[in-house]
């Protein structure tokens, strides 16, 4: 459910308001923030470009932001930020993909079969937020409780790819 509710905004205004994230001022920040959660979709692109950004605010706003609109379309570039060196970065990247819903599943287990992450550890802290919170749905429990299980093992680097992908497997069937 992705919100569109200013198409005539321009993309020289969402810009603006993008930067407007990063100032210093609180006020400013929130009210950049609702303007760009009002404007919903068409305000994706530019937020998942301020990722890209130094400042941890800036993320962090961006991804806030993506929670409130939900729109799959910020799914892959969420996946990605769930391994931000700002463990709060990564955490509201993995709540916004929770907030899209069932879509951004498969990405997340996807990303977790991969050997190609910056920050393996905040992936799987992040990762296996979603994945609990995914599993407590009866649809999910016993499809994604070895992948669960497999997150505390000793060395969750060897057996977490293999569950997620036999978890893939499963949802493929399902």
Not at 151 to 168: G, I, K, N, R
Request: charge should be negative.
């Amino acid at each position: 459910m992705t919100r569109n509710h200013s198409p005539s905004v321009s993309g020289s205004d969402i810009k603006s308001l993008v930067q407007k994230l990063g100032s210093r001022d609180p006020s400013q920040r929130m009210n950049a923030r609702e303007q760009l959660n009002s404007i919903g979709d068409a305000s994706v692109d530019e937020l998942v470009k301020a990722f890209a950004d130094d400042r941890r605010q800036v993320r962090w706003e961006a991804a806030n932001c993506l929670r409130s609109i939900r729109s799959p379309k910020a799914i892959p570039a969420l996946v990605k930020e769930m391994e931000d060196s700002n463990s709060d970065v990564g955490w509201l990247a993995s709540e916004a993909l929770l907030a899209t819903g069932n879509s951004s599943l498969i990405p997340v287990l996807t990303s977790l079969t991969s050997n190609q992450h910056r920050e393996l550890g905040y992936l799987y802290n992040h990762a296996h937020h979603i994945v609990r919170m995914f599993a407590c749905r009866e649809e999910y429990q016993t499809i994604l409780q070895p992948l669960l299980d497999a997150f505390d093992e000793s060395e969750p680097q060897t057996s977490v790819p293999v569950q997620a992908y036999e978890a893939l497997q499963q949802l493929e069937k399902h």
